[in-house]
């Protein structure tokens, strides 16, 4: 599944005159009290909850001030806002939307209402509700950067492009709007112009989310593997932290030291499995200490208890004394091996790309098989690194993910989709390399869900060896011969279960069933709808299926 490559600026809640809390020390002694009808203090206590990030305690009183005052616009945005940013945008849509009927003048309810909206991944309406608060409003910056990213996503590129140059000469040093403004020129074609925001973002700001992977993506796009290599390296540090170095490991580091880990995320019972299946492995090919036996250890215990209160595919968040249970290991860089370039080339070269790209461009779908992509060194380059690499930690329900920012942008993966481009000139040609991931599934558990993913040409590639199937006939990829509708936004063909069984149905579900073969790939039309087919695959940590995912240009759209 594809993942939105930007971010939104953060639109606050609209507060009035009428609104003004009182100082916090009296408002906490009326809080105290029980004096729940005093909005201002309710207010004012949960603006305090929230800044010392206690989200719970601030929802609560935000609810509390909504219960005795729905129409009062400073509660409702304020609980919109918060209820957006918990990732519960339907029940901030709803009551934002409620706040606006009420307010229909009040710019600043509209922006946030669709910053909810664009949250929610209905984009035209995000867009449509944007350009309303602006016509009211239009020193409104957030909004206004805001619907950029919107336009991004939907594919007006151009209008986006106004939008973020236009808050950037308010704003130049802002390094997100760099970012996202080079994010549109790369769509758009212009590599170059990107580069020169991306390098600017970087230097504003080297922390700034995403710069420094997108940086990289533009450096392969140039074909320089060298500078994207190190780009996709520094952001997956910053991401998740160093790593251990070599030295470090022989030295017997244990992996348990550690003050803190970034970005620790979400946890399930067959993530847990997986992380102690994994140290066993390290630690029987000599990679790690003894201390990763005794964590295993406890990751099974936790694994255990999670599935016979929860369930095996629960995903869950890492926070409070989940965390504390977890330890600081849990989520750490303790393993990351190097995944150097092959000298003498990645693919096999016996292949006829020709007939290949023949078969593409002619096909109705655009959808070819390809057995044996890779040369058989780069194949077990390529599978020892996804064995030993500790970077599963996008927890999926089923399946877990490692994309560049978790440490996947290594060399010889740069490497291989370089020469995919080269090798495909007519298919891959015009198109960079704009994601890449991959995702590792639990034997126990079913694969991804019918979708279609934000790109023109998908190349997706399977590791695992073909004895650990148990069934030869699936295990791999189903493609429906229908086509995500050009209108459809990101949120309707990728994740609305729904709404593309219904399209499917429509459309006859005719599909074509390609089984798992290691090293095997299909490349298709992103736009194609495909589902993981049926897998079942032996127990064992190296029997796991393994899937790579290379996304190649932008999704061609009108939905704006």
């Excluded at 009183?61 to 945005?77: E, K």
Aim: proline share 6%.
């Amino acid at each position: 599944m594809s993942r939105r490559p930007t971010k939104s600026a953060s639109s606050p809640a609209p507060r009035s005159a009428a609104a003004s809390p009182a100082p916090r020390s009296a408002a906490a002694s009326r809080v105290a009290a029980g004096d729940r009808t005093d909005i201002g203090a309710l207010l004012d206590s949960a603006a305090a909850h929230r800044a010392a990030g206690r989200l719970d305690a601030a929802l609560r009183h935000f609810r509390l001030a909504y219960a005795h005052a729905p129409a009062h616009p400073a509660v409702a945005g304020g609980l919109g806002t918060l209820l957006r940013d918990l990732g519960r945008a339907p029940e901030a849509v709803r009551i934002l939307s409620d706040a606006v009927r009420d307010h229909p003048g009040s710019a600043a309810l509209i922006a946030t209402l669709a910053s909810a909206l664009q949250a929610s991944g209905d984009l035209k309406e995000a867009v449509n509700r944007y350009r309303e608060a602006l016509k009211l409003d239009p020193s409104l910056l957030p909004a206004r950067a805001n619907l950029g990213l919107a336009l991004t996503e939907l594919g007006a590129l151009d209008e986006a492009i106004a939008a973020y140059r236009a808050v950037l000469a308010k704003l130049p040093d802002n390094a997100e709007l760099h970012c996202n403004l080079g994010w549109a020129l790369f769509a758009s074609g212009e590599v170059e112009n990107a580069r020169r925001y991306f390098e600017r973002a970087v230097l504003l700001n080297p922390g700034v989310a995403l710069a420094q992977e997108k940086l990289g993506l533009v450096r392969l796009a140039e074909r320089d593997l060298k500078g994207a290599a190190e780009a996709l390296a520094r952001d997956a540090e910053a991401s998740r932290g160093p790593g251990w170095t070599a030295a470090e490991r022989e030295a017997g580091r244990p992996i348990n030291d550690r003050t803190s880990t970034p970005g620790l995320g979400m946890v399930s019972a067959y993530k847990l499995a997986h992380e102690a299946d994994q140290l066993r492995h390290l630690h029987a090919m000599g990679m790690i200490g003894a201390e990763g036996n005794a964590l295993a250890s406890h990751y099974d215990a936790l694994a255990a208890e999670f599935e016979s209160r929860l369930g095996r595919d629960a995903v869950i968040p890492v926070e409070g004394q989940i965390a504390a249970r977890l330890g600081p290991a849990y989520g750490a860089p303790y393993y990351m091996p190097p995944c150097p370039t092959l000298s003498r080339g990645a693919l096999n070269t016996q292949l006829d790309f020709d007939a290949i790209e023949s078969a593409y461009l002619a096909g109705r779908p655009e959808a070819v098989t390809i057995d044996g992509l890779l040369r058989g060194e780069a194949l077990e380059a390529l599978r020892a690194f996804c064995h030993t690499a500790t970077m599963w930690n996008d927890v999926k329900r089923g399946y877990m993910g490692a994309y560049l920012r978790h440490g996947f942008g290594a060399p010889l993966l740069l490497q291989i989709a370089a020469e995919l481009r080269d090798a495909l000139p007519g298919v891959l040609g015009p198109y960079p390399l704009i994601e890449m991931w991959a995702y590792k599934y639990d034997q126990a558990l079913n694969g991804i869900e019918t979708h279609a993913d934000c790109a023109a040409v998908n190349v997706n590639f399977w590791l695992a060896p073909d004895d650990a199937n148990l069934d030869p006939a699936s295990g791999g990829l189903e493609v429906f011969l229908a086509e995500a509708p050009a209108s459809w936004d990101f949120h309707r063909y990728n994740t609305d279960g729904e709404a593309i069984d219904l399209f499917l149905e429509a459309s006859g579900h005719r599909s074509q069933v390609v089984p798992h073969r290691s090293n095997r790939a299909v490349l298709f039309n992103s736009n194609l709808f495909h589902r993981t087919h049926d897998p079942r695959f032996k127990p064992g940590y190296t029997n796991r299926r393994i899937n790579v995912t290379m996304l190649f240009g932008f999704r061609k759209t009108n939905a704006a």
